[in-house]
């Protein structure tokens, strides 16, 4: 893994303006561009893990992630600068799009233009879940409970809340029995 | 109950269950807005979710919206604060405890047990994404040099998203 450096609170709060108002589709994509691969503050793996932690708890597992970043790097202030980063430059874009709506729906080009971004999101999302995927190399057990994550939300489109409580303590429970077979208690 | 503490408490509740972000909670935000508080139409209250999923960031940021339809400026931020503070209040706690657990044996297998929920859940919102926006051959297609350009290289995926921009409004 390469190495990782400890973000400034201006890098803080500045990475994540740039995930909220880049974040098309959703900010799950960007956000792991932009901490992984952009500025490295942390490993492919360590962000992994937090936004699992996110995901299980009530909210937007990446609001959730950046209250726990926040505070990693920089305690309070941290969480709240990377919690307002991530919000504010969105709701200032979603304001002024609401306001304009009805002249916006209607100006040629503008629903293509979306409607092309939407289509190269959706690229980029999926993309990424599988680029993740590569890269944490999960063994074959949690690779199938990703896959059947996947399978429960989209094709069978059950209720979120019944997918992570009912794959987490199974997540859980594989992961811990792997740990110690491989490394026996001292 | 000023209407201001009615939208704070509606948003507050809202934001404990909401586990997997706005998307998850659509239902349940409909039935308190609509239904219960008669503070909307279904009209209105479909155009605004659709306007906070084209707009960027995160998807939450609909309730905002909807306050804001509700009670303007204020709403706007009774909604915000109560979708947002909870959640992140949690969160932080969380945060605290898994710090202070760091040494036990198994906290790092048991957080890397939730990943794969997290990552499959990232593709699944892709495909349910990729649903709604692949209405032809071109939209396929943007959709495909997107996928490949993000799996592939490092370089930043706002080239794609600005080109299927302009792809859509040269041919769309």
Known sequence: ?186 | MTLLLQIFLAFATLSLVAVGGATAVLPEMHRLLVVVHGWMDDATFTQLFALAQAAPGPNILAASLMGWNIAGIGGLAMATLGMLMPAAILAWYVAGATHRLRGARWLKPAQFGLVPIAVGLIGASGITLARAATTGWLTWVILAISFVFVWRTKYSPLWVLAGGGALGVALL
């Open chain 1, 1 to 186: 893994m390469s190495e990782t450096r400890t973000p400034t609170r201006a890098e803080l709060f500045l990475g994540y303006a740039k995930m909220g108002l880049l974040g098309f589709g959703g900010v799950a994509a960007w956000s792991r561009h932009v901490i992984v691969e952009e500025r490295r503050w942390l490993t492919e793996r360590e962000y992994a893990e937090i936004l699992g932690m996110g995901q299980i708890l009530p909210g937007p597992n990446v609001g959730n992630a950046s209250v726990m970043i926040g505070r990693r790097f920089h305690g309070l202030v941290g969480a709240l600068l990377a919690t307002s980063g991530l919000y504010i430059g969105p709701l200032t874009v979603l304001m002024g799009l609401a306001l304009l709506y009805d002249n916006f729906a209607e100006a040629p080009g503008v629903a293509s233009f979306m409607h092309g971004i939407a289509a190269a999101a959706a690229g980029m999302v999926i993309a990424t879940a599988l680029k993740m995927g590569q890269n944490l190399r999960p063994p074959p057990e949690l690779i199938a409970i990703g896959i059947a994550a996947l399978v429960a939300a989209a094709f069978l489109r059950l209720p979120l809340l019944l997918i992570v409580f009912s794959l987490a303590p199974v997540g859980i429970w594989l992961s811990i029995r792997r740990a110690y077979r491989e490394t026996p208690a001292k």
